[in-house]
């Protein structure tokens, strides 16, 4: 079959040919902006998780791993964030230059 996955979708990879397939493309700094909204949203229910750990003590080890799972979350939203922005800074020093 030519064309890969895509063709099957009524899609081609090749971008300068007309499809039918949807597609949407955000800036960079958007994305960034996503990625630290992911990050906050991971960290509230982190830190939530962080101060019922006391109201259930029967359930603690099992609920300090929900509370490193979504901290971790947060982590990665807010590294992806920083290189997004970054990237998009060297973007427009590059264009500036």
Same mark, same amino acid.
């Given at each position: 079959?030519?064309?890969?996955?895509?063709?099957?979708?009524?899609?081609?990879?090749?971008?300068?040919?007309?499809?039918?397939?949807?597609?949407?493309?955000?800036?960079?700094?958007?994305?960034?902006?996503?990625?630290?909204?992911?990050? /906050?949203?991971?960290? !509230?229910?982190? /830190?939530?998780?962080?101060?019922?750990?006391?109201?259930?003590?029967?359930?603690?080890?099992?609920?300090?791993?929900?509370? !490193?799972? !979504?901290?971790?979350?947060?982590?990665?939203?807010?590294?992806?964030?920083?290189?997004? !922005?970054?990237?998009?800074?060297?973007?427009?020093?590059?264009?500036?230059?």
């Amino acid at each position: 079959m030519d064309g890969g996955p895509a063709a099957r979708f009524g899609g081609s990879l090749n971008p300068a040919k007309r499809s039918d397939v949807f597609s949407m493309q955000i800036s960079v700094k958007l994305a960034a902006l996503f990625a630290f909204v992911f990050a /906050v949203v991971c960290l !509230w229910f982190a /830190v939530d998780a962080f101060k019922s750990l006391a109201d259930v003590p029967a359930q603690t080890p099992g609920a300090a791993d929900f509370v !490193w799972f !979504w901290g971790f979350l947060a982590g990665v939203g807010l590294v992806l964030g920083v290189v997004s !922005w970054t990237i998009a800074d060297r973007q427009t020093q590059d264009k500036d230059d």
